[in-house]
Structures are given as structure tokens and as C-alpha cells.
């Protein structure tokens, strides 16, 4: 069983629909987690960062984490065009990890004008 | 602005070859790692480093090397021992106790002729 487990899509939504996107994973000693988005044929950009339990926004984004059921999420609203990419959630233990982050397998997500 | 650079974009490898990838960082972050990414697979990593002259192995190491001479560059060997090259490979930087999230470059492509 791998550490992370992402919904692997594809997902197809019209314009200004709500996105979910949705991790899981299994070992407890993940602090630190990401959303990236990685457009086709350029590296993965960071979009949320968080390290506590509860909802962190920032503007359309929105990132859910839930430590006591290991799950996490990113919600988009409003979705446009320009949202369509791979998206990846990513983990790490912090401290003697060295910053090491584990990464979901990532969803490829296509927003329909 | 500060970044991560990489080069070349494209990289294609004969048999027999060994090729470096270049990775150069201009944000002062201490850590730098190496990502393959393969198609519908998440990042794996290759190497990681905290410090100058110092590096560890990652989840997939095996016919790859590294050097870690300058805080600012970190490049990754692919050597002919490496059998199944062809990937797209992914340079990061951050604080090596992950206490701030890793950033990426623009990747190099490689492919074998």
C-alpha cells in the first residue's frame, strides 16, 4: 500500500464549477502538507501549504486537512480554463525527514469553457 | 526573481552514455533534491541534499550520482547503468527541515536514441 493514496481522476468539470480533490494516507507522522499544480510540460508550482488540522484559504483555493482521519483536500471554486492541469498533494515529516516529501500520484483535472 | 533553474530542457541519452542534468538555485535555500516523474506516477525521488559535500540517496538512486560542490548548484548524473532513463526529472529546493515547501524548477526531459 503506498504512503499516499490520490483520487487519480481524470476529472472533467464545466466553467465555475466546484473542484474536490482528495488525498489519503497512512503514516501519522506527516506534519507538513501541499497542493501543487503542474501544468503539462513544466514543473509542479505550490499552490497551499499547511500544517495544522481545519481549512486554510486563499482566494479560490481552498485546502482541507484532517489529521485524525488522514485525509486532505483542496476545493476550487469558481473554476476556470486556466485551472486545467495535474494537480498534486504532497507530505512530509518534517524534522529528521530532511524535507523529504512524499507525493500522491497526482489528478489530472480539465475545466470546460 | 529568484528560482531554480534547469538545463537542458531536452536531454537524449545514446547507449553506453552517461549525461548530467544542471540545477541552479538562486533563493539561498540549503536543501536541494532530485525528482523522476514518470507518466500517471507522482514524483519519486532520486537524491537529496541538506548541505554543501554532503547528499543521501533517495527512494530510486540506483544509476544516478550527484555532487553537492556549491550551495547553489546540484547536479544529477544519469548513468548508463541506469536502464530505464527516459523520464521527466524534476529539481527542488527548500529548507532542510521542512519547515518551509519545496520549489521547482521547469524540469529536463530526457529520452533515449
Known amino acids: 500500500q503506498k504512503e499516499v493514496e490520490q483520487d487519480p481522476g481524470p476529472l472533467s468539470v464545466p466553467e465555475g464549477a466546484i473542484v474536490s480533490l482528495n488525498c489519503t494516507y497512512s503514516?501519522?507522522?506527516?506534519?507538513?502538507f501541499m497542493w501543487y499544480r503542474q501544468y503539462s510540460r513544466k514543473g509542479p508550482e505550490l499552490l497551499m501549504y499547511?500544517?495544522?488540522?481545519g481549512n486554510k484559504e486563499d482566494g479560490r483555493f481552498t485546502a482541507q486537512v484532517d489529521k485524525s482521519s488522514k485525509y486532505i483536500s483542496l476545493f476550487i471554486r469558481d473554476s476556470q480554463p486556466s485551472d486545467s492541469a495535474t494537480y498534486l498533494c504532497a507530505m512530509s515529516a518534517g524534522g529528521t525527514s530532511y524535507g523529504k516529501l512524499t507525493f500522491g500520484q497526482g489528478t489530472i483535472l480539465t475545466v470546460h469553457p | 526573481d529568484g528560482g531554480i533553474t534547469q538545463s537542458p530542457k531536452y536531454l537524449f541519452r545514446k547507449e553506453g552514455q552517461n549525461v548530467t542534468l544542471s540545477c541552479e538555485q538562486n533563493l539561498n535555500h540549503d536543501a536541494m533534491y532530485w525528482y523522476r516523474q514518470d507518466p500517471g506516477q507522482g514524483l519519486r525521488l532520486i537524491y537529496y541534499s541538506q548541505i554543501v559535500n554532503d547528499f543521501q540517496k533517495g527512494d530510486i538512486a540506483e544509476g544516478y550520482s550527484v555532487s553537492r560542490e556549491k550551495k547553489e548548484s546540484f547536479p544529477l548524473t544519469v548513468t548508463s547503468a541506469q536502464k530505464n532513463p527516459t523520464a521527466f526529472y524534476l529539481c527542488?529546493?527548500?529548507?532542510?527541515?521542512?519547515?518551509?515547501?519545496?520549489?521547482f524548477g521547469d524540469g529536463t526531459r530526457l529520452s533515449i536514441l
Open positions: 503514516n501519522s507522522a506527516f506534519q507538513y
Open positions: 499547511t500544517y495544522s488540522s
Open positions: 527542488a529546493s527548500g529548507n532542510y527541515r521542512g519547515l518551509q515547501p519545496q520549489h
